[in-house]
């Protein structure tokens, strides 16, 4: 069996999804969990990915937002905060 990815490997691999996916998709936690399960196969299982996801959440790099569900996006900056 392979070696078993390290948190901050899954985190980094779901921080790239949700970059590619902003403004197009909005993606809910299950979304990436399930990507990170086919990209890692047996190496991952939801308990890391679901660690992965709350050190997203926790060093600020994403954010939780919720229209009619919960989604995990980049925190966007807001307009006065260009200046």
Not at 7 to 27: P, R
Not at 73 to 78: A, D, K, N, T
């Amino acid at each position: 069996m392979a070696e078993p990815a390290s948190v901050e490997e899954v985190a980094e691999t779901m921080y790239k999804l949700v970059a590619q996916a902003q403004g197009q998709k909005k993606l809910k936690p299950g979304d990436l969990t399930k990507s990170a399960m086919q990209i890692f196969g047996d190496r991952v299982d939801k308990k890391v990915c679901k660690e992965a996801i709350k050190n997203l959440i926790e060093s600020g790099k994403c954010v939780y937002t919720y229209f009619g569900g919960s989604f995990i996006e980049i925190p966007h900056e807001e307009g006065a905060a260009n200046k």
